[in-house]
Each structure stands twice: as structure tokens, then as C-alpha cells.
């Protein structure tokens, strides 16, 4: 087993960003590090250059003077005119190994990467430059959502075609639940990612966001309700087809339990604090911390709180049984609905 956590591996805390996204990458894929070694470092592999291209643009975005992110969007443009990484370039291992990994095959689904990775760096470049993130409408809003995290998501790796064409609307899904998630550490940024058409109808002012006094608004309060109870469940139907896929491959299926264990952990303490953004992160750092030690002990604490497999010769299929082992206590997780201290009442798998 690797003494390395993923957010070392994918760079994390690597450059000037909004934050340092060490513990958000934990709480989004700390189980990817319980893949099979090699599904293990192509997920990786693509995480870090999700990672790398966003931090990079958010280097820009906060110093106004940066180029970070336009030399990278220079070196991309140069693989896909030539074939080969830019002999010059900062990130030249980067590209050589996506040169290696989409440019050496004709295989469709290398050209449905190439193509997604291509709308991702386009839609960072637009977004990030110029500040460009306030939204007039819901529509314009969803366009956001759809251009960055629904485009991420289909580069990543072990998905068919077919399944590629439909995960972008759960990649929507859990780019729409980080906002929630990040909503004061945004505004202290001078970010707010809520469309003004719905701030407007709530009576809630951005400034408001902005300034950490939003939760005082008699308005907030029905505002968040409406996210949650209203606008969620929309996005979700439009997800269905791929969170009921009934052959997602095996590490696919760890993300989506995943996922769906992180998405009721955030609405859950979103209800505690009784929607204030401004206690969330506190208390749901926290949760997130002690969750990581309830599921993954051998990893993040403990390991009598129960026994997960340990390093050496793994096969294949002793992994999937690891990985059904995290499943089921996503699950335990999603319908416990209470405190994950229920999980000990089942023994931990």
C-alpha cells in the first residue's frame, strides 16, 4: 500500500489557488488509492491533470498578471496541431503523457478524450479569465456547469462510449453539490457561483453572499431549501441513466457509492447548521475527517475501527472485494442518514 495520500499524488496544494485543495480531494476520490495498482495510477493519472489545469487557472485568476494557465492551454494547442509536447513547454511530461495515452491509438474513445479534455481547458480559460464567474440566469448557470464538470468527467478513464455520453450529467451533479459545499470559501474570494435570476427571487443580493451576512436574509433560508429540494432533484433525473448503469466498471461503481454517500453528508450538515454557509465548513470538514477513519481506518486512523485488506501481492479480484467492501459501507453511510457512528453497529463490513 502506498504511504502517499492522493492529494500528494495529484499536487493538491501545488500553486497559488483559491485554496489548498488537499482535504477536498480526500473527501471527493480518497478511495481511488484502494484501486488495483495499475486502474489505480490511471485514475490518478488523470486526476492530476484535472488538478493541474485547475489550479493553474485559478493561479491566473487570482494573480492578474499570471500566465500559468495560457502557457498550458499554449502547450495543449501545440499537441493537438503536431501530434507531440512542445519541446519547451513547463509541462512538458504532462503532455508526453497524454500524447501517449490519446495521440498513439485511433480508437474512438481516445478521440471522445481528446475532444472532452478539449472543452475542459476551454471552458477554464473562459470562465477563469477576465473574473468571468457571475451568472445572470439558471440557464446560463447550467451551461457552466455542463462545459466544466460534465467535460472533466468523461476524460476520465474506464468508460465505453456509450457511458461516456452520459456521465457528464452526473459530473453536473457533483459539481453543483461542491458549490454548495464551497459557497464561503468562494465568497471570501469575491466568488459567487448562484445565478442572479435566483438571488432575485429569493431576495438575495450577491453582495450579501459575498460579505458572509446572507444567512440573516428572511430569504436565505428558502433559497437554499429551493436548491436542494427542487433544483437537485432535476439535475439527479437527468443523471439517472448513469447512476443506474447496470455495467459502470468496478472502480466506477466505488465513485458513484462514493459520491452518493459525499452529496447526503453535505445536505446533511447543510441541515445542521440550518443552512448557514458560514458554520458549514467547520462542522463538515470535521465529518469528513472522522468519515475517512470509519471507512478507510488502515489509511486515515485506526485500524481496529475494522479490517480492511492490507498492502502486498493483491490480485484483481481480492481489490473487488475491497472495493465491494467500501461499497456497502458508502450505502451504510446513505441510509443511516444519522451519525456514521452507526456504522460500528454493523460491524464495519
Given amino acids: 500500500m502506498s504511504t502517499l495520500s492522493l492529494s500528494q499524488l495529484v499536487g493538491s496544494s501545488h500553486y497559488l489557488a483559491i485554496a ?17 495498482l495499475e486502474v489505480r495510477q490511471e485514475w490518478i493519472e488523470r486526476i492530476s491533470w484535472i488538478r493541474l489545469a485547475d489550479r493553474l487557472a485559478e493561479s491566473d485568476l487570482l494573480d492578474p498578471h499570471g500566465s500559468e494557465f495560457q502557457r498550458f492551454q ?9 501530434g507531440q509536447a512542445q519541446p519547451v ?19 474512438p474513445v481516445d478521440q471522445l478524450s481528446i475532444s472532452s479534455w478539449n472543452r475542459y481547458l476551454n471552458a477554464l ?9 457571475v451568472f445572470d440566469t439558471l440557464d446560463q448557470f447550467e451551461s457552466m456547469l455542463e462545459e466544466l464538470a460534465a467535460s472533466f468527467f468523461q476524460v476520465l478513464p474506464f468508460l465505453p462510449a456509450h457511458q461516456r455520453r452520459i456521465v457528464g450529467a452526473f459530473g453536473m451533479v457533483d459539481q453543483f453539490y ?3 459545499r464551497d459557497l464561503r470559501e468562494d465568497a471570501k474570494q469575491g466568488i459567487c457561483y448562484l ?7 429569493f431576495g438575495v443580493s450577491r453582495t450579501e453572499i459575498l460579505e458572509l451576512r446572507a444567512y440573516n436574509n428572511p430569504g436565505y433560508r428558502s433559497m437554499m431549501q429551493f436548491w436542494i429540494y427542487d433544483y437537485l ?3 439527479y433525473r437527468k443523471a439517472y441513466p448513469f447512476i443506474l448503469s447496470p455495467d459502470l466498471h468496478p472502480s466506477w461503481q466505488m465513485l ?54 492490507k498492502g502486498g501481492n493483491r490480485g484483481y479480484s481480492t481489490k473487488l472485494t475491497s472495493i465491494s467492501s467500501l461499497s456497502r459501507k458508502c450505502k451504510l453511510f446513505q441510509f443511516a442518514k444519522q451519525e456514521p457512528n452507526v456504522l460500528m453497529e454493523f460491524g464495519c463490513g
Fill in 178 to 180: 461542491n458549490i454548495l
Fill in 256 to 309: 458513484r457509492d462514493w459520491s452518493l454517500n459525499r452529496y447526503k453528508r453535505i445536505e446533511r450538515i447543510l441541515r445542521r447548521c440550518d443552512y448557514d454557509y458560514t458554520r458549514f465548513p467547520q462542522v463538515y470538514w470535521q465529518e469528513v475527517q472522522r468519515d475517512l477513519v470509519l471507512i478507510l481506518p488502515a489509511r486515515f486512523g485506526n485500524p481496529s475501527y475494522c479490517h480492511l485488506p
Fill in 233 to 235: 432533484p432535476q439535475l
Fill in 74 to 82: 499554449d502547450g495543449w494547442k501545440w499537441l493537438m496541431a503536431t
Fill in 195 to 201: 445565478p442572479t435570476e435566483v438571488l432575485d427571487r
Fill in 89 to 107: 513547454s513547463g509541462h512538458r511530461k504532462v503532455f508526453e503523457a497524454i500524447r501517449d495515452r490519446w495521440f498513439c491509438n485511433t480508437e
Fill in 125 to 133: 480559460e473562459r470562465y477563469h479569465h477576465n473574473n468571468n464567474l
Fill in 20 to 36: 489548498d485543495d488537499a482535504l477536498k480531494d480526500e473527501d471527493n476520490a480518497a478511495w481511488v488509492m484502494e484501486l488495483e
